[in-house]
């Protein structure tokens, strides 16, 4: 578990294909040291998991699966990618809680300057849009953010300098692709309202069903 609180901007030192998988070898900004065997890693949104490291680089394998649904395998030697390791209990709660899933690839649409802002328009796949709305939180390329504002197929961010600054979205464009994950909670909720529906054998949450159980 993470919380979108980008730790370090490290470099792509090298992408090793297999026949569907790849082996990355990562160098941090210098932030990040003393890595552990087997721990877990956010590379540009994507939980991996530490397989080798040095003094001043780390290794994670990439799975099929993982490269069809991420931009990981799109990269090049030289690419910097946002890095955080995992959440410790105790720690602050800063972003939000961002499990390393990836649940597609969204595409920048437009960058534009506002005043000391700069405004990103994201178009994400069409069966993420549900989970995206005004104010609520979502995960591009790893960095919580706030959804400013949605509309029928794109949704906009408002970026700060600072947060412009220490991730790779200062290195953006029209047309880059990005990994996007939603708000967990939100698929909670909708998994669970699912199951609430009469035609899934469960119960239809109205207002009688509120007013029964307390919530009115």
């Keep these: 578990m993470f919380t979108g609180l980008i730790e370090d901007l490290g470099t792509l030192r090298d992408l090793r294909r297999g ?21 877990s890693i956010a590379v540009n949104g994507v939980c991996l998991t530490v397989t080798a490291f ?15 649904a991420t931009t990981l395998g799109r990269m090049g030697p030289g690419a910097p990618v946002n890095l955080e390791r995992a959440l410790r209990l105790g720690d602050r709660l800063g972003g939000h809680l961002v499990t390393g899933h990836v649940d597609g690839v969204g595409v920048i649409v437009d960058r534009r300057r506002r005043d000391n802002a700069e405004i990103f328009i994201l178009r994400p796949p069409a069966a993420l849009m549900r989970y995206l709305v005004p104010k609520g939180s979502v995960a591009v390329d790893g960095i919580s953010l706030t959804v400013n504002a949605v509309d029928a197929h794109t949704f906009s961010l408002t970026i700060i300098p600072h947060s412009l600054s220490r991730t790779t979205l200062q290195f953006l464009k029209a047309g880059d692709q990005v990994n ?16 609430t529906r009469p035609e899934a054998g469960g119960s239809a949450i109205d207002l009688e069903f509120l007013a029964k159980n307390g919530y009115l």
């Design 54 to 68: 040095g003094k001043d680089f780390f290794q994670a394998d990439v799975s099929p699966s993982t490269l069809e």
């Design 180 to 195: 996007l994950e939603t708000d967990i909670l939100g698929k909670y909720v909708e998994r669970l309202l699912q199951r």
């Design 19 to 39: 026949s569907e998988s790849c082996l990355l070898t990562l160098a941090g900004g210098g932030s990040l040291r003393d890595f552990v065997l087997g721990e």
